[in-house]
């Protein structure tokens, strides 16, 4: 018997380190792989508190899905900041991420931020600006203190048009900037005068026409689109050419009805057409609307936020509502645009992954095979594997986003801290990647995956929110 058993090929499964799988796959051995950690990262009084709440802990965590599930977005409008962002000053620059000292930004960050200055008219150049900063005349702060997001970088700005999403379910409201496009572009870094004034024209020109389009279709549902857009192949955070194409559709016909001169309509349609990240704002702004309504919801260890600010991660809870917590921000992996490489890049930035906490990006890459080899995820089936993957993190599935490639099963939703602490697996994110230097821009695009020390701080001060 023990000589059969020796005479037998080799088939290993391997549990905890993935070391050991790694190097019996290098010598052909076939392994499997199980990525397991003891419950609640080994914490016994964390552990027992969550076993004994578990029943409570899921009913709030199947409210906050039916929240994000029944969540109906509206595009509104396009209104200067600071008459939807309560609070917001004329000397106060939102950027992305979790609060951060200026000292502590990365340079894509502090580049952004020195153009938004000068773009609001507060320093004519960049030393007198930085001079403002570090006396604190000039207060910065993340766009998600007042209601809104903003992709990479994240300006808003008093004077800067943004879109007005409201989730008509639950009567919130969320806003975002309106996406630049591609090349030199502020989100990236970018401060020349090339991009202080195309943002001046979004301010002067493309803000207002769009206001005023949208004003004369009574709003637009965003969440009909962003379901479409899914089953035409868009993750909607990489990938967003389906939901702008949607999009271009319904305004561009009432830009056209609106009394304006015909060639600056023509470049307001241009714009929008020919920009096909266009509705990656729209998604994100509906996003943030989806999930405000969860912040607070007692015994739900559900995320509400994820977002970076190029040198930390931040996420939020439901259950401890306001309360941040962080870890650095990881480097992305992906294909770099020629001439550059890892050497090049920043650190992961950005309120977009607010995309993923909604069940798309990274976490729906089976939707889109034309994105997977874009950000180098590899093949389809690896694409499936991501999404697979992101399944054994989540609580429930989507019962509107549905993926046309895995026989139309909703997307995975609701990232669970207890699940990905007890797991070891980590949110993945699609993303742009930005040259540590400001004024360079886009290098290259990829995947990222959050820091697991975020979700292991939120839970252990999830487990004291747990009551009797």
Request: charged share 20%; with cysteine; net charge negative.
């Amino acid at each position: 018997m023990s000589n059969n058993l020796f005479n037998q090929k080799l088939k290993v499964v391997n549990v905890g380190l993935e070391l050991f799988a790694q190097t019996l796959t290098r010598q052909e051995v076939p392994t499997t792989h199980v990525s397991w950690r003891p419950p609640a990262g080994g914490n016994k009084v964390v552990a027992k508190l969550l076993d004994k709440h578990e029943e409570r802990i899921n009913a709030a965590n199947d409210k906050v899905i039916q929240m994000y599930n029944d969540a109906q977005p509206v595009l509104t409008g396009v209104k200067p900041a600071h008459t939807v962002l309560t609070g917001l000053t004329r000397d106060t620059i939102l950027h992305a991420g979790p609060p951060i000292r200026w000292e502590d930004m990365c340079g894509p960050l502090q580049g952004a931020i020195l153009g938004a200055v000068r773009f609001e008219g507060l320093a004519e150049d960049d030393e007198t600006a930085v001079q403002l900063i570090k006396r604190g005349q000039i207060k910065l702060a993340p766009n998600h203190h007042y209601g809104s997001v903003g992709p990479m970088t994240g300006m808003i700005t008093y004077h800067m048009p943004v879109f007005a999403v409201k989730n008509e379910t639950f009567g919130n409201m969320a806003y975002c900037s309106i996406n630049e496009g591609l090349g030199k572009v502020m989100r990236f870094g970018a401060n020349d005068p090339e991009v202080i004034d195309r943002l001046i024209w979004f301010r002067d020109s493309l803000g207002p026409a769009l206001d005023q389009a949208i004003g004369l279709s009574g709003g637009i549902n965003l969440k009909v689109i962003m379901a479409q857009a899914v089953a035409m192949g868009d993750e909607m955070h990489q990938r967003n050419i389906a939901a702008s194409s949607l999009f271009a559709r319904k305004i561009c016909p009432r830009i056209a009805r609106l009394a304006m001169d015909n060639a600056e309509k023509a470049k307001v349609i241009q714009f929008i057409c020919d920009n096909d990240q266009f509705f990656l704002n729209l998604a994100m702004a509906a996003g943030k609307a989806t999930t405000d309504p969860a912040k607070g919801v007692q015994d739900s260890s559900l995320v509400t936020v994820m977002c970076r600010n190029g040198t930390e991660f931040g996420v939020k809870v439901a259950a401890t509502g306001e309360e941040w917590f962080t870890a650095p921000a990881n480097m992305p992996e992906g294909l770099y645009f020629p001439g550059y490489g890892p050497q090049d890049a920043n650190p992961d930035m950005g309120d977009s992954a607010i995309i993923e906490v909604i069940g798309l990006g990274g976490v729906a890459m089976a939707a889109s095979p034309a994105v997977v080899r874009f950000v180098g995820a590899g093949s389809q089936a690896d694409a499936v594997r991501y999404t697979r993957e992101m399944g054994e993190i989540s609580h429930a599935k989507s019962t509107q986003f549905l993926l046309a490639t895995m026989n139309f099963e909703g997307v995975p939703l609701g990232i669970d801290i207890r699940k990905v602490v007890e797991s070891g697996i980590v949110p993945v994110i699609n993303t742009g990647m930005a040259h540590r230097q400001p004024g360079i821009g886009q290098i290259g695009a990829g995947v990222v995956k959050a820091p697991y020390g975020c979700f292991e701080k939120a839970l252990a001060a999830f487990a004291e929110t747990l009551t009797e």
